[in-house]
């Protein structure tokens, strides 16, 4: 039962208020990472890839392998194509084995970010995957760990449109805006979690949460009990990896390539471990 679609991996989630961890991987020790904290857990998982990724793998073969490498586990994985931003790149992502993409329309108007979910849904459902689209929108750029950002109020998922959006799209997790960013966050995290439990009163399919690295424990779990479902966290793992790397180099002790890999590797697996538990992800069976 190893690969399942974002659908199946939170089918349990929304009832018994816990979230599952979306967790981008580059390369592939990340998505080694990830996977084997899964494996050793016994807990599922959801490996992303984004397509402002795309750029570091060659996408035809490396989702082939990660399909492969997931197939052979025994704990459920989701394999989800994160932020896919046209029809075309959803298709490219649906045709090398992506079992769940996530649509980012978020910019666009509200019926051309609906009319764009809807197609996506749509041919999705030909190749049995799972659709993610976000309402509102979550500020700063995937994959920049640069600058920090502030979140924007003026952006926030409104609750009834999301009620709509759902029912208009067929989608079957919805990203909102609350008041998180993606990459550094710039100042301190406050979440409107108040807007959040307006907003799960009137969805009931998963909702999910962006821009998960800057949050402290106790701002993840009070997401989660208002209603977050799956949890995007990258940028922590990333900025961890590196300055395990720049440590370990600092000493001047004489090393490979591969042994500075293997020290990134298992920095990697000490957040993803870190934040499954902090998440509340049960076994799904």
């Known amino acids: 039962m190893a690969l399942v679609t974002l659908k199946e991996v939170l089918k349990k989630a929304v009832p018994e208020k816990y979230a599952v961890g979306s967790f981008n991987a580059a390369d592939h020790s990340v998505a080694e990472a990830i996977l084997e904290v899964s494996e050793n857990?016994?807990?599922?998982?959801?490996?992303?890839?984004?397509?402002?990724?795309?750029?570091?793998?060659?996408?035809e073969s490396f989702v082939p392998f990660l399909r492969k490498r997931i197939e052979g586990l025994r704990?459920?994985?989701?394999?989800?194509?994160?932020?896919?931003?046209?029809?075309?790149?959803?298709?490219?992502?649906?045709?090398?084995?992506?079992?769940?993409v996530?649509?980012?329309?978020?910019?666009l108007p509200y019926e051309e970010n609906a009319s764009l979910?809807?197609?996506?849904?749509?041919?999705?459902?030909?190749?049995?995957?799972?659709?993610?689209?976000?309402?509102?929108?979550?500020a700063g750029g995937e994959g920049d760990l640069t600058d920090g950002t502030e979140p924007d109020p003026n952006v926030y998922t409104d609750p009834e449109q999301a009620s709509s959006f759902v029912e208009d799209t067929g989608v079957h997790a919805l990203a909102v805006a609350i008041g998180t960013v993606h990459g550094p966050y710039k100042g301190t995290p406050h979440l409107d979690l108040d807007l959040l439990a307006e907003i799960r009163s009137k969805v009931e399919i998963p909702l999910v949460l962006h821009g998960g690295s800057g949050l402290s424990k106790d701002d993840f779990q009070n997401a989660i009990a208002k209603g977050i479902n799956k949890i995007n966290f990258f940028t922590e793992c990333s900025?961890?990896?590196?300055?395990?790397?720049?440590?370990?180099?600092?000493?001047?002790?004489?090393?490979?390539?591969?042994?500075?890999?293997a020290t990134t590797k298992s920095r990697v697996r000490e957040v993803v471990a870190k934040q499954i538990q902090i998440f509340g992800t049960r076994p799904l069976k």
């Open 75 to 100: 704990t459920p994985v989701v394999l989800h194509l994160d932020h896919g931003l046209s029809l075309d790149s959803i298709r490219r992502g649906l045709d090398v084995g992506f079992s769940s």
């Open 239 to 261: 900025l961890e990896a590196v300055q395990a790397a720049r440590a370990v180099l600092a000493t001047g002790t004489p090393m490979s390539y591969p042994d500075l890999i």
């Open 117 to 138: 979910t809807r197609q996506v849904v749509e041919l999705a459902q030909k190749y049995g995957a799972s659709v993610e689209a976000e309402l509102g929108h979550v």
């Open 41 to 59: 857990l016994g807990l599922p998982v959801i490996l992303g890839v984004a397509e402002a990724h795309f750029r570091y793998v060659h996408l």
């Open 102 to 107: 996530m649509i980012d329309a978020s910019s």
